[in-house]
């Protein structure tokens, strides 16, 4: 009996101090990380005419994007308590960030989805070419709204897993602007990672390969000073945050924080980078590859890090 | 305007759990879910330490974070200030238990169980539901079977939650806050009492003092 959970819950519950949450855990790390890779890189792809190849008629990097939120939102929808309830939680619009994201998140698929139709090939033919905002040289009014549309949902999609953590301010460790700032960076440096992996595939993604690599090198230092400032601010902080950071830096999340976030997700590289920004041909490209690994892990592993450390200020305060 | 509250009398407590108890046998709930805990806090600084018992429950916030965390709006606040969980609503996103910064609500996880035989009896009468949240309720239907019958919340104990019924030391009351002459308001005014964590925003209905 000492040992069922139910009476480990018991005794945590009578604790009063600080408490580690573990409301949220690896489906919420991946459903945050995946959303942030969607949403960014389909206004990468079609702010830099980003090419990643052809699926289906469509540029590889909307079919990526938009598997990335139907997926990361399936991940989400089976960590509900009732997954079959899920529609319901577009209910609280005016003041649940959950419900603005999720909103967004169909609103993004849907306009993505009818913006791509013309260009879907099935079966050799395109059976909606007949649309009038497809075609090579689209300038229609409703290929822009549509564009609009999706660009904005998607923006939205990309940063509001960290607002829905901000929101929290029984966590002092997330409720800061700096978690959705931070999100919205490592979002955009993933999709840089997945224009790295896929150029020595393809070969050529129809940006210039320098351009990429000396934004990838900026972006990484912006990721790399606002987690550092995020750090430092809690350090001054209140107790709960005090905690939070002593746990990525010295606790039991230092090895992925400090090795999998700082070091191999933003270190190594920027320096892989500033080597690739000065070769060319194969030493270039499979440089570049690991680059992309490397940021998508520290991508996933930041989430999963500050998900981790979240900790709950006491309940009192007298 | 009906705002119910409770004060907690911290000098009074002596850390029984009779109300721990009571709020689970009322409510039934699942093993290992107290809507009532009573943890021992330590309070002074060396050599002038003692222990004292601080009874928790849902603070039937005013301004509830977890109602505006939770995005079907299965969390609503009734006229008479209490927060209640609608459970054919809640999705089990538990964005509620994020917002909290009391720690009053609690999943019941699927894993879980309520202790058999009255698991059937304690849904059927609870609507409780694996993969939903659930909370203190300031036991409303004690509070609505005993309006219905003419009783006064916080004064006759069939209208009265359960942890305040039950408490030896009358170390929990239970009354009508926006009454200015109710027990609890005179309670506040006179003991100077205190809302937990009131940097958080959530103006918190329930009180401490040190009667």
Not at chain 1, 39 to 45: M, P, Q, S, Y
Not at chain 1, 204 to 225: P, R, T
Not at chain 2, 42 to 57: Q, T
Not at chain 2, 194 to 199: H, M, V
Request: aromatic share 10%; net charge positive; proline share 6%.
């Amino acid at each position: 009996m000492a040992s069922h959970p139910s009476v480990n819950v018991f005794v945590q519950r009578l604790e009063v101090g600080l408490k580690t949450q573990t409301v949220w855990g690896i489906n919420h790390a991946v459903w945050f990380f995946l959303m942030g890779v969607g949403g960014a890189l389909f206004i990468t792809r079609h702010l830099l005419r980003l090419n990643l190849g052809s699926i289906l008629g469509l540029n590889g990097a909307d079919i990526i994007s938009l598997l990335a939120v139907v997926v990361g939102g399936a991940v989400l929808i089976s960590d509900l308590g009732r997954p079959t309830r899920f529609m319901k939680a577009l209910r609280n619009v005016r003041t649940s960030r959950i419900s603005i994201g999720a909103i967004c998140d169909f609103v993004f698929l849907a306009a993505a989805m009818v913006l791509l139709m013309p260009d879907l090939e099935i079966g050799g033919s395109r059976p909606f070419a007949f649309l009038p905002w497809g075609g090579p040289n689209p300038s229609s009014l409703v290929n822009q709204f549509l564009l609009a549309v999706a660009g904005i949902s998607a923006f939205v999609v990309a940063v509001y897993a960290g607002f829905v953590l901000s929101f929290s301010a029984s966590i002092p460790f997330w409720h800061t602007e700096a978690v959705p700032l931070q999100f919205l960076a490592y979002s955009f440096a993933s999709t840089l990672g997945i224009g790295f992996i896929a150029l020595p595939i393809l070969g050529n993604i129809g940006v210039n390969i320098k351009l990429l690599e000396f934004m990838g090198i900026l972006l990484l230092a912006a990721c790399l000073v606002l987690t550092g400032s995020h750090i430092f601010n809690m350090t001054w902080s209140n107790p709960a945050s005090r905690a939070s950071v002593r746990m990525l830096i010295k606790g039991s999340l230092s090895r992925t924080f400090i090795g999998g976030v700082i070091v191999a997700g933003i270190i190594v590289p920027m320096l892989l980078l500033s080597l690739a920004y000065y070769s060319t041909g194969p030493v270039e490209y499979f440089t570049l590859a690991i680059c992309g690994v490397l940021i998508l892990a520290g991508g996933f592993l930041l989430r999963h890090s500050i998900m981790k450390a979240g900790i709950y200020a006491p309940a009192l305060s007298f | 305007m009906t705002r119910y509250s409770m004060v907690l009398d911290l000098k009074r407590c002596i850390g029984c759990m009779a109300c721990t108890e009571a709020c689970a046998v009322e409510n039934m709930t699942p093993l290992g879910i107290w809507f009532a805990p009573v943890p021992k806090v330590e309070v002074g600084k060396y050599p002038n330490v003692k222990d004292i018992f601080v009874p928790m429950l849902c603070n039937h916030c005013k301004e509830a974070p977890c109602i505006t965390a939770c995005p079907t709006s299965a969390l609503k606040k009734r006229n008479d200030g209490i927060v209640l969980v609608d459970r054919d609503a809640c999705c089990g996103s538990r964005a509620c238990m994020a917002a909290c910064p009391y720690g009053a609500l609690h999943f019941y996880d699927k894993k879980m169980r309520i202790l058999a035989p009255f698991e059937d009896y304690a849904q059927r009468k609870f609507g409780y539901e694996k993969g939903t949240v659930m909370k203190c309720t300031f036991c409303a239907h004690r509070i609505d079977s005993g309006l219905a019958k003419g009783l006064k919340p916080g004064v006759d104990p069939e209208a009265t939650p359960a942890c305040v019924v039950t408490c030896p030391t009358d170390a929990r009351i239970f009354g009508d806050l926006d009454d200015p002459q109710s027990n609890v308001s005179n309670l506040v005014r006179q003991f100077n009492g205190r809302q937990p964590r009131p940097e958080t925003g959530a103006n918190p209905s329930n009180y401490y003092i040190n009667g």
